[in-house]
Structure formats: structure tokens, C-alpha cells
């Protein structure tokens, strides 16, 4: 899988075909052997990355289109991937709904992509609605997330088993989030 | 009734206390499995339930006790919190709700109910009461998030007894 510096390194960066060739970190990035030719290339590289390598004489640029990012992608799949322990289904608990999962997941995402957070557990909560969870090890901090079925939004984090602060989200201001990552981090 | 069942846990014409009877340093036992836990096995937030979530009472039962149960198993293990730790800033109180079923009696058996605004840790919460409208979510997740930090493992999934 490519990284984002990977990315941000090698496909907005022009190539002469003889760097194409010999370049080692392109060649593994992309293919993981030496690179023989590079007559095929788009046809190599387009279902790859979902861009294009357009050719002149002399150079090559890589025109990336959409390119997903897959971190990104892994936070939306693990949330839409979701399920109830069989032991809550025999409890009647319900399942996260299709908007408690959208809603979580633009959450997700966002704090990924604005603060670089992955987080430590993705699951279903018993109160019904999806639960994220991050870890600051540094601080021994949990940032704990619920979105719940009728779309309310709790946050709560907690250090050493002490909590430390309490939100309830009721903005859709993002800005709320920066407050919480803010004090996940001091 | 299996021939094993704890004698503890039946009925024997005892009768229902009140909530005045439970005392701040008693504690209330209540059942987990193995992916209750995280990676530092430690009880996970998610699976902590609230209000109005069983429990059994320390007074009259044991931690390998709650294997005696409808839907329980003979490997769940068994956390407890004190009754001080279930009347978290009066958000709740344990209510004495003793079972007469013929395979599972309970005498034991404790429900921690959520309680309004402005109702004291004796009063009893009726059961099945109607969440409040409004009550807050974050009020409820900062009561789990207590419990969680503030319980005790008594008995690892799988434990011999």
C-alpha cells in the first residue's frame, strides 16, 4: 500500500524516462521489482492508482485523479463493517443504523485528515450508535466517541482513570472538534 | 434446576429491602466475556450498559454466582463497583429486584435504575420507567466512564471457581 509521502514524493513529481528506470523507491513503491519497460506504463499503473501517465519525449508526468487515500478508505470500511456481539442481539440491543455510520464516519474522517488520528477501536456501542476510541499513549489519554442511533454525539476523555472533560455535540461546527483534540492533547 | 445451583440465590420466602438497605461500601457483581476486554484487559466503555442494568448483590451472593443466570454461561467472568460507585452523582441507585423464575431464581438480583433530577439515591425508580426526554447523553457516557474506571475484576472468563 502506498503511504501519503509516498504520494506526495514521487507521483506530483515529473520523471525522465531514465529516472523512471532506475529510480528504486518508484520501482518499489509501484511495483515492488525493477522496472523493464516503460511502453506499458499506463496500462500498469492506471488501475493502480486511478491516474494517468501522460508521455513526451523526453518526460513522463503522473496525473494522479482522486486518488483515495487509504487510511481514509480503512476508517470508512471498518465503521460501515460494524456488527452487534450475537450476546446483545439475544438482548434485544439494536445495531447502529446506516446515518449513525455515516455520521461517524464523516467524524472519523475528519479527524484523520485534519488532526493525522487514527483511531485505536472502531465497534458498536451497547447504548446503541457506534464508538470510537482514540489513545493518546504519551499522555496515557482515551478520547472515547459515541454516536448514537438518534444522532446525538457524546465525547468524553479520560486520564489514569480520572475523566478529565465531558462534550455533548451538539454543533455541526467542526471547530467543536478542534477544542477536543485540543484538550485529548494538552 | 441444575443440582449445583447456588443456594445462596434462592428465594427461601426472603423478602424485597429497600434501597436505604444497601450500604456505600457493598459491592454489586456483574457478568463479562473475554471480548468485553481491551488490550490492556481492561473493560471496554461500549459494553458498559446504562441505566437500568442488572447486577447481583454482594450481601447475598459471590462473584462465580452470576454464571446462574438466563443467557448467562459457565465461563463469564465477573467485575464489581461499589454501591457508592453506582450512585455517581445521584445520576442513579441500585434497587433490590430479587427473581422468583423456577430455573433461575435470584435472590440476589439488583437493578441500577437512572434517577431524575432532584430524586434522592432511596428513592425507588419504578422498573421499565420511561427514559427522560432530554436526559443527557453525556451525563450517561461520564457515568459509564466512572464505573469503568472504578470496578474490579473478581473473576477472569474462563476462571475456575
Given amino acids: 500500500?502506498?503511504?501519503?509521502?509516498?504520494?506526495?514524493?514521487?507521483?506530483?513529481?515529473?520523471?525522465?524516462?531514465?529516472?523512471?528506470?532506475?529510480?528504486?523507491?518508484?520501482?518499489?513503491?509501484?511495483?515492488?521489482?525493477?522496472l523493464e519497460q516503460v511502453t506499458d506504463?499506463?496500462?500498469?499503473?492506471?488501475?493502480f492508482l486511478k491516474g494517468t501517465l501522460k508521455e513526451s519525449n523526453e518526460s513522463f508526468t503522473i496525473e494522479?485523479?482522486?486518488?483515495?487515500?487509504?487510511?481514509?478508505?480503512?476508517?470508512?470500511?471498518?465503521?460501515?463493517?460494524?456488527?452487534?456481539?450475537?450476546?446483545?442481539?439475544?438482548?434485544?440491543i439494536k445495531p447502529p443504523n446506516f446515518l449513525s455510520k455515516e455520521i461517524a464516519e464523516q467524524i472519523a474522517v475528519?479527524?484523520?485528515t485534519t488532526f493525522h488520528l487514527f483511531p485505536n477501536r472502531v465497534s458498536a456501542s451497547i447504548e446503541e450508535g457506534?464508538?470510537?476510541?482514540?489513545?493518546?499513549?504519551?499522555?496515557?489519554?482515551?478520547?472515547?466517541?459515541e454516536v448514537y442511533n438518534d444522532l446525538e454525539i457524546a465525547a468524553i476523555i479520560n486520564q489514569n482513570d480520572k475523566i478529565l472533560k465531558t462534550f455533548d455535540i451538539k454543533s455541526k461546527d467542526p471547530e467543536i472538534y478542534s477544542q477536543i483534540i485540543k484538550s485529548f492533547y494538552e | 434446576m441444575n443440582r449445583n445451583y447456588p443456594n445462596d440465590l434462592k428465594i427461601k420466602n426472603r423478602k424485597k429491602l429497600p434501597t436505604t438497605e444497601f450500604m456505600d461500601n457493598e459491592k454489586l457483581f456483574r457478568a463479562f466475556d473475554e471480548r468485553d476486554l481491551d488490550e490492556t484487559d481492561k473493560i471496554?466503555?461500549?459494553?458498559?450498559?446504562?441505566?437500568?442494568?442488572s447486577?447481583?448483590?454482594?450481601?447475598?451472593?459471590?462473584?462465580?454466582?452470576?454464571?446462574?443466570?438466563?443467557?448467562?454461561?459457565?465461563?463469564?467472568?465477573?467485575?464489581?463497583?461499589?454501591?457508592?460507585?453506582?450512585?455517581?452523582?445521584?445520576i442513579a441507585t441500585p434497587v433490590h429486584d430479587p427473581i422468583s423464575d423456577d430455573k433461575f431464581p435470584n435472590y440476589a438480583h439488583v437493578e441500577?435504575?437512572?434517577?431524575?433530577?432532584?430524586?434522592?439515591?432511596?428513592?425507588?425508580?419504578?422498573?421499565?420507567?420511561?427514559?427522560?426526554?432530554?436526559?443527557?447523553k453525556q451525563r450517561r457516557l461520564e457515568y459509564r466512564q466512572n464505573m469503568v474506571n472504578n470496578l474490579f475484576i473478581d473473576l477472569n472468563p474462563s476462571e475456575q471457581l
Fill in chain 1, 41 to 47: 506504463i499506463n496500462e500498469r499503473i492506471e488501475p
Fill in chain 1, 110 to 112: 475528519y479527524i484523520y
Fill in chain 2, 55 to 90: 447486577c447481583d448483590w454482594s450481601r447475598f451472593s459471590k462473584p462465580g454466582h452470576i454464571r446462574y443466570r438466563i443467557n448467562g454461561s459457565m465461563t463469564d467472568g465477573c467485575y464489581s463497583f461499589t454501591v457508592l460507585t453506582s450512585r455517581y452523582k445521584e
Fill in chain 1, 130 to 145: 457506534v464508538f470510537l476510541n482514540y489513545r493518546n499513549f504519551n499522555k496515557e489519554k482515551d478520547l472515547s466517541l
Fill in chain 1, 1 to 34: 500500500m502506498l503511504t501519503s509521502f509516498q504520494a506526495n514524493d514521487i507521483f506530483d513529481t515529473t520523471y525522465t524516462q531514465d529516472t523512471l528506470k532506475t529510480n528504486a523507491q518508484y520501482d518499489k513503491a509501484i511495483y515492488g521489482k525493477a
Fill in chain 2, 44 to 53: 471496554k466503555l461500549e459494553t458498559v450498559r446504562f441505566p437500568d442494568f
Fill in chain 1, 64 to 92: 494522479i485523479k482522486d486518488f483515495p487515500d487509504p487510511a481514509a478508505e480503512q476508517i470508512k470500511s471498518s465503521i460501515h463493517a460494524i456488527k452487534l456481539p450475537n450476546k446483545w442481539v439475544k438482548e434485544g
Fill in chain 2, 112 to 136: 441500577v435504575r437512572e434517577l431524575s433530577e432532584g430524586e434522592s439515591i432511596y428513592f425507588e425508580p419504578p422498573k421499565n420507567r420511561k427514559r427522560r426526554t432530554g436526559s443527557s
